[in-house]
Structure formats: C-alpha cells, structure tokens
C-alpha cells in the first residue's frame, strides 16, 4: 500500500515563503514522476510542478520564476519552495507519485494560505 504524505503548509504573508515536502512510502520501486498540484475553492485541480526521474523539469506559467520543485525520486521524496507568494497561491497543495506500474498516487494535501 503505497502513502503519500505532504508536509509544511500554512499561512504566510504575500511576498513569504515556504516549503513543501511529500513522501511516498510502502514501495519498493522508484517514483517514474513526481508532482505538486493544487486546487483553490471553485477551482479545478491545477498542475503546479512535476519532476521526472530523468530529471525533466515542468512548471505551470503561474510558477515559473517563483516556485521551484526538486526530488531524489529513487527515494520516492519530492519538494517545492515557493518564494514571492500571493493571494492567489491560496490552495490546497497536492503531491502526487506516478508508478507505471501501479499508477498515480496522492497525498491527502496540505493547505496554503497567503494572507496578510
């Protein structure tokens, strides 16, 4: 039974930071992709980033030059460090592990709220 487990969220003022950690455990493959998403109230669940396990790097226009994701998918562990936030990064903040053996996996999400 693989779990997914996200870390680190919370409330930060606009222009804050954080990082988000997630774990997939109960395997014993490596991780094929690993990704954060996020869902807003009202809102359709969005990619946020992704990282493969050979290294290819994908963000969403809304991160780029803010977030920045990073992983050691053989350990099945993945991390985002969001810096300048904003109002509208107010999210739940998914973590999702890709197996092609197995499928997708997902976490239980972590909230993010960017308030002042």
């Known amino acids: 039974q693989v779990e997914v487990v996200e870390s680190g969220g919370g409330l930060v003022q606009p222009g804050g930071s954080l990082k988000l950690s997630c774990e997939a455990s109960?395997?014993?493959?490596?991780?094929?992709?690993m990704g954060w998403y996020r869902q807003a109230p009202g809102k359709q669940r969005e990619l946020v980033a992704a990282i493969t396990s050979g290294g290819s790097i994908n963000y969403a226009d809304s991160a780029k030059g803010r977030f920045s994701i990073s992983g050691d998918l053989a350990k099945n562990t993945v991390t985002l460090q969001m810096n300048n936030l904003k109002p509208e990064d107010t999210a739940v903040y998914y973590c999702?592990?890709?197996?092609?053996?197995?499928?997708?996996?997902w976490g239980q999400g972590t909230q993010v709220t960017v308030s002042s």
């Open positions: 109960g395997v014993i493959f490596s991780a094929n992709a």
């Open positions: 999702n592990a890709h197996y092609i053996l197995v499928g997708d996996r």
